[in-house]
Each structure stands twice: as C-alpha cells, then as structure tokens.
C-alpha cells in the first residue's frame, strides 16, 4: 500500500513578548518575560527576520538556501535547530 | 551594629531612615519579581508604562528625543525617595542589570510622573550590553546615547 508521508506543517512565529533590534548585521533579543538578551548569528537573523510572519520549516529553509550554500538536509537541520532553540527561550509563538 | 553603619545612619534623618528601608524592601522585592514573572509586569506593578517605541501613539504619546534629560523639580517626597534609591543602588550587590534594577526603583519613586521603562542595548567590545532608562515630563533619565532601544517590531 502506498502511504504518502509529509513533513508535518510547523508554523511558528516571532513571540509577543519580545523586544528586538538589528545591530550591524546580528539581531538582539531580549526575552521579556526573563528579562535575558540573546545574540543571533547571521543565518539565526536571517531567519528571525522572516519569522516576522508565520512560517513552516519548508519555507524557512528555502530562505536559507536562498542566501547561504547549504544542502536541503544541512539547511534543515539548522532550521529545526534553530527553532528548537527559540523555542527553549521561550521567543516563539505557534501560529 | 557596626561603626560604620553606626555613622551611616547618623548622616541621615528619620525620614530618610524610613525611606531607604523602603527602598531595601522594594529592592529585594524586584529582584524577586524579576526571577519570577515578565519584565512588563514587574514594571506595571511599580507603576511605570513599559515603552515600546514600535508601539507609541504619537496622539497621545508625544515622542520624547533621545537623550533630553528630564529636568524636574521633584516634591519633597520623590528628593527622599531617590536619595534612598540612590543610597541603596550604590551598594547593591553584582554588577549585572543593576540599570534596570534602578530604572525600575527610580520609576516607581516618580510613579506620579507617568514614567516609562525604556530597555535598550549593543555591542561593546563584541559584547551585548544591555541598559535600561526612564522618560517621564519630555526627558529621559539614564539615557545611553551609544546604545538602542529595543522594540517589538525590531524597528
């Protein structure tokens, strides 16, 4: 039987209670509800400038290849890391 | 109690005793509260509006300029209340975050004022330095010129 298997839709977002700025070309965070600050890299920027509107992993990771050399895996990886981080903070909505 | 204790407190009168054992009180309290619920929170229960430049409504919120220093004349009440902070800030332990513990005791001691928390930050030497400052009456107090605001639209 044929099964068709798709990558699950996660739409996350920027959450509300931070507060942000892009500084050179890194982006700072300070998580409001603990009061921490965070510094992106330059594709976690990236990244977290497109999540200023609901995005699935898909989409993220095509921006990423858009700017950076990556295979699809590689990019991936990164994306979902890169949530998993924001989530632990606490610095991502689900949409 | 020790000497020098001894010959702090004489240097000050009863109301200023009283003051700043409030100003302790409230200190200890913030730094509680900073650990246990959201900054937007710990500065509404102190009576300060938490600003967020992306959110100001220039109808009713005209922009204060950068670094205009608020020039006030405080009430006897607010001159004893931020001399205690200041008498208590000076020696809080830790040098980390102290600008937004003292943003936050000065801010509640002109609650009157409709102050507003402004929290910023950069990069200094490669390092994220955060700061914190206040605008209430057209000015700002604590203001960092070197460093920017941080807001929820990253503008």
Not at chain 2, 118 to 141: E, K, P, Q, Y
């Given at each position: 039987?044929?099964?068709?298997?798709?990558?699950?839709?996660?739409?996350?977002?920027q959450g509300d209670d931070v507060l942000w700025r892009?500084?050179?070309?890194?982006?700072?965070?300070l998580?409001v509800?603990?009061?921490?600050?965070?510094?992106?890299?330059?594709?976690?920027?990236?990244?977290?400038?497109?999540?200023r509107?609901?995005?699935?992993?898909?989409?993220?990771?095509?921006?990423?290849?858009?700017?950076?050399?990556?295979?699809?895996?590689?990019?991936?990886?990164?994306?979902?890391?890169?949530?998993?981080?924001?989530?632990?903070?606490?610095?991502?909505?689900?949409? | 109690?020790?000497?020098?204790?001894?010959?702090?407190?004489?240097?000050?009168?009863?109301?200023?005793?009283?003051?700043?054992?409030?100003?302790?009180?409230?200190?200890?309290?913030?730094?509680?509260?900073?650990?246990?619920?959201?900054?937007?929170?710990?500065?509404?229960?102190?009576?300060?509006?938490?600003?967020d430049g992306s959110r100001?409504?220039?109808?009713?919120?005209?922009?204060?300029?950068?670094?205009?220093?608020?020039?006030?004349?405080?009430?006897?009440?607010?001159?004893?209340?931020?001399?205690?902070?200041?008498?208590?800030?000076?020696?809080?332990?830790?040098?980390?975050?102290?600008?937004?513990?003292?943003?936050?005791?000065?801010?509640?001691?002109?609650?009157?004022?409709?102050?507003?928390?402004?929290?910023?930050?950069?990069?200094?030497?490669?390092?994220?330095?955060?700061?914190?400052?206040?605008?209430?009456?057209?000015?700002?107090?604590?203001?960092?010129?070197?460093?920017?605001?941080l807001t929820s639209d990253g503008r």
């Amino acid at each position: 039987m044929n099964q068709s298997v798709s990558r699950p839709r996660v739409i996350a977002r920027q959450g509300d209670d931070v507060l942000w700025r892009q500084l050179d070309d890194r982006v700072l965070v300070l998580d409001v509800s603990r009061s921490r600050y965070l510094r992106l890299n330059r594709s976690g920027t990236l990244l977290w400038r497109a999540l200023r509107e609901p995005r699935t992993v898909d989409e993220l990771v095509d921006h990423l290849r858009r700017s950076y050399d990556v295979s699809h895996e590689d990019a991936t990886t990164d994306v979902e890391g890169f949530l998993a981080d924001l989530r632990e903070h606490g610095l991502l909505e689900a949409a | 109690m020790t000497s020098a204790l001894r010959a702090f407190s004489r240097r000050m009168t009863g109301q200023d005793l009283r003051a700043t054992g409030r100003a302790v009180l409230l200190a200890v309290a913030v730094e509680l509260a900073l650990r246990m619920v959201s900054l937007d929170r710990v500065a509404h229960r102190l009576g300060l509006g938490f600003a967020d430049g992306s959110r100001v409504d220039p109808r009713t919120e005209p922009a204060v300029p950068p670094g205009a220093v608020a020039r006030v004349a405080l009430d006897p009440r607010e001159r004893v209340a931020c001399r205690a902070v200041a008498r208590v800030m000076r020696r809080w332990p830790g040098d980390r975050g102290t600008c937004l513990r003292e943003a936050l005791l000065y801010g509640h001691a002109l609650r009157t004022r409709n102050p507003r928390l402004h929290v910023g930050a950069g990069t200094i030497d490669d390092r994220v330095v955060g700061h914190a400052w206040l605008s209430f009456d057209g000015g700002t107090l604590g203001y960092r010129r070197e460093l920017v605001e941080l807001t929820s639209d990253g503008r």
